[in-house]
T-cell receptor, first 112, second 117 residues
Framework: GQQLNQSPQSMFIQEGEDVSMNCTSS?????WLWYKQEPGEGPVLLIALYKAGELTSNGRLTAQFGITRKDSFLNISASIPSDVGIYFCAGQGSGGYQKVTFGTGTKLQVIP | GAVVSQHPSRVICKSGTSVKIECRSL??????MFWYRQFPKQSLMLMATSNEGSKATYEQGVEKDKFLINHASLTLSTLTVTSAHPEDSSFYIC?????????????FGQGTRLTVV
């Protein structure tokens, strides 16, 4: 199936630093979603974006829905150790089932 | 947010046996549920879309006779891995969307770790 290209693949940062990751697709999506997954758990929704150009925040997290509807980015400000995990972008299509297609993931490790 | 529960969270089975995984929406009704498979250090790959009262829609390359999906009610979908083999060992995750609402995100279960020995 289709996958979204996410970058970077992994990153090590110092606690307190800001983080930025992005996601691109060859297809247009109506909704962009950002999830965090911890080992042995299902993904947990962080931010949902429903409109091209939309910029949405959730605490220290900010995400934007690209104008072309083919990309999105997620920023995490002032990282803390509990931010460690794998972050996935996901695009949700239109149509009957509105299937969700996941990105390749960004593994974030925070050095205290 | 809405709660989706999977059972069991972990299962070990012998090669050749079948395993059933349940996905329940606990506090909402879901017309559509999705089943994903995730191999170690990889992303989630959609296997099939499960629709209440009708046949599931499988993604290309997913064997429908091997991965049987039943969505008998608006709160329950099951995935049965038939004649499991070691290569079926994976993390299986379901998600569900609230019935009747547009532009709503899907909520995910906690996943089921299947190990076939």
């Amino acid at each position: 199936g289709q996958q979204l290209n996410q970058s970077p693949q992994s990153m090590f940062i110092q606690e307190g630093e800001d983080v930025s990751m992005n996601c691109t697709s060859s297809s247009i999506f109506n909704t962009w979603l950002w999830y965090k997954q911890e080992p042995g758990e299902g993904p947990v929704l962080l931010i949902a974006l429903y409109k091209a150009g939309e910029l949405t925040s959730n605490g220290r997290l900010t995400a934007q829905f690209g104008i072309t509807r083919k990309d999105s980015f997620l920023n995490i400000s002032a990282s803390i150790p509990s931010d460690v995990g794998i972050y996935f972008c996901a695009g949700q299509g239109s149509g009957g089932y509105q299937k969700v297609t996941f990105g390749t993931g960004t593994k974030l490790q925070v050095i205290p | 947010g809405a709660v989706v529960s999977q059972h069991p969270s972990r299962v070990i089975c012998k090669s050749g046996t079948s395993v059933k995984i349940e996905c329940r929406s606990l506090d909402f009704q879901a017309t559509t549920m999705f089943w994903y498979r995730q191999f170690p250090k990889q992303s989630l790959m959609l296997m099939a879309t499960s629709n209440e009262g009708s046949k599931a829609t499988y993604e290309q390359g997913v064997e429908k006779d091997k991965f049987l999906i039943n969505h008998a009610s608006l709160t329950l979908s099951t995935l049965t891995v038939t004649s499991a083999h070691p290569e079926d060992s994976s993390f299986y995750i379901c998600s569900a969307r609230v019935l009747g609402q547009l532009n709503t995100e899907a909520f995910f279960g906690q996943g089921t770790r299947l190990t076939v020995v």
